[in-house]
């Protein structure tokens, strides 16, 4: 069965750092999704993507952050300059189509920023 | 954000018997509801949905009903099986406005079916 996969599972990066988390969604699917969890709280929204545009952003993607499809098949989130409020489990989405469509998510990247 | 609840932190249920989840929302818009479950160190996998134009869907030991005028859904597993222990989280998306295309989560229930 397809699967959303996301590398690397952990990173460890200094304050102030640049990230790129990388996912790989689901061949066919055409709107793709970042989503965080800081632990102890709800999933919440970041950011959604489609035909090489943001669709819609919530108020925490700000400038520091830019998605990204590089190629056929990866979606990149970068974190310009990480502060340690940026910890938490980044998860990838993707879906065929938006609206009553079901999305399918990746094991999440854990970022740890000291 | 409190657009979507789960009141109950935790279930504790025997196997083989139900369990039930529930799930509240207040943003009118939303029109398309889906449950996933989440173990440790992994990423949410999708378990069922529903459309708002529905009041029941069925899978398997999995049900979902919805009650659009109280604005509440619940999760019924039967019968529970230890393998079924989880973190099962409520998540809600609409059309229009600024919940299309992104899920909104509840809180989550840690379920903890005992053998």
């Known amino acids: 069965e397809p699967e959303v996969t996301q590398t690397p599972s952990h990173q460890v990066t200094q304050m102030g750092q640049e990230v790129i988390l990388r996912c790989v969604p689901i061949s066919n699917h055409l709107y793709f999704y970042w989503y965080r969890q800081i632990l102890g709280q709800k999933v919440e929204f970041l950011v959604s993507?489609?035909?090489?545009?943001?669709?819609?952003k919530s108020e925490i993607f700000d400038d520091q952050f830019s998605v990204e499809r590089p190629d056929g098949s990866n979606f990149t989130l970068k974190i310009r300059s990480t502060k340690l409020e940026d910890s938490a489990m980044y998860f990838c989405a993707s879906s065929v189509g938006q609206g009553k469509e079901t999305q399918y998510f990746g094991p999440g990247t854990r970022l740890l920023v000291l | 954000d409190q657009q979507v609840k789960q009141n109950s932190p935790s279930l504790s249920v025997q196997e083989g018997r139900i369990s039930i989840l529930n799930c509240d929302y207040t943003n009118s818009m939303f029109d398309y509801f889906l449950w996933y479950k989440k173990y440790p160190a992994e990423g949410p996998t999708f378990l069922i949905s529903?459309?708002?134009?529905?009041d029941k869907n069925e899978d398997g030991r999995f049900t979902v009903f919805l009650n659009k005028s109280a604005k509440h859904l619940s999760l019924h597993i039967v019968p529970s099986q230890p393998g079924d222990s989880a973190v099962y989280f409520c998540?809600?998306?609409?059309?229009?406005?600024?919940?299309?295309?992104?899920?909104?989560f509840g809180q989550g229930t840690i379920l903890t079916v005992h053998p």
């Open positions: 998540a809600a998306s609409g059309v229009g406005g600024t919940s299309y295309g992104k899920l909104t």
């Open positions: 529903i459309s708002s134009i529905k």
């Open positions: 993507f489609y035909n090489n545009e943001i669709s819609e």
